[in-house]
């Protein structure tokens, strides 16, 4: 699997974007990057993920470097139910995979 | 909204006992995981199921631990003889194919605690 690195925190305000960087230097041509978010006293929650072009969808963008050695996710306007732990998580292609969580990054969002 | 479902949400037992966890995967799914994750630390795999086989498994996955699909709906995780470090909160997943392009969708978690 590859290594991540993700800040241990971060902190922003509500209603402000927020970059949640994550390097994966040892990355594989065909891991896909997924990202999961957990909640306080919940389970982990899928955010989003992409192999090489930058995605959006309701909850977050991700963009992707070119070299695919990192990634951020961007939550647009961060809300204060967006207070969670972020996950990025690199998935080798094929199927019967898991899920490899590392430490992620706490985001705080102040009101 | 389909959801995975986990019963008890607590559960507390001695040390030395039996227990079983257990979990009903959004309907449609095929492949079903068990992750743990002791206070303050890291999610950590457990098992992978599908086509009523484990797939794979952890170190963490010993004998003393099992996962059945008893019917079509439960998906179940034994714990034959309870230890002290094995209280931590036990989610479960579920995804429709396998694939790494795919989502796991977790449960809300048991809490296990060990006396």
């Known amino acids: 699997d590859a290594k991540t690195t993700q800040p241990n925190s971060m902190e922003s305000n509500e209603e402000e974007p927020v970059h949640l960087p994550c390097n994966h230097s040892?990355?594989?041509?065909?891991?896909?990057i997924h990202w999961y978010r957990q909640l306080p006293s919940q389970g982990p929650e899928y955010v989003i993920h992409g192999l090489t072009s930058n995605v959006n969808n309701r909850m977050a963008s991700l963009a992707i470097a070119e070299d695919r050695k990192s990634s951020t996710l961007i939550l647009h306007r961060a809300t204060l139910r967006d207070a969670a732990v972020y996950y990025c998580?690199?998935?080798?292609?094929?199927?019967?995979?898991?899920?490899?969580f590392g430490k992620g990054t706490l985001l705080t969002v102040n009101p | 909204e389909p959801e995975v479902t986990q019963t008890p949400s607590h559960q507390v037992t001695q040390m030395g006992q039996e227990v079983i966890l257990r979990c009903v995967p959004i309907s449609n799914h095929l492949y079903f995981y068990w992750y743990r994750q002791i206070l303050g630390q890291k999610v950590e795999f457990l098992v992978s199921f599908y086509n009523n086989e484990i797939s794979e498994k952890s170190e963490i996955f010993d004998d003393q631990f099992s996962v059945e699909r008893p019917d079509g709906s439960n998906f179940t995780l034994k714990i034959r003889s309870t230890k002290l470090e094995d209280s931590a909160m036990y989610f479960c997943?579920?995804?429709?194919?396998?694939?790494?392009?795919?989502?796991?969708?977790f449960g809300p978690g048991t809490r296990l605690t060990v006396l």
């Open positions: 040892t990355i594989s041509g065909t891991d896909y």
């Open positions: 998580i690199p998935i080798g292609g094929g199927s019967n995979y898991k899920l490899t």
């Open positions: 997943a579920s995804s429709r194919t396998g694939y790494s392009t795919d989502t796991q969708y």
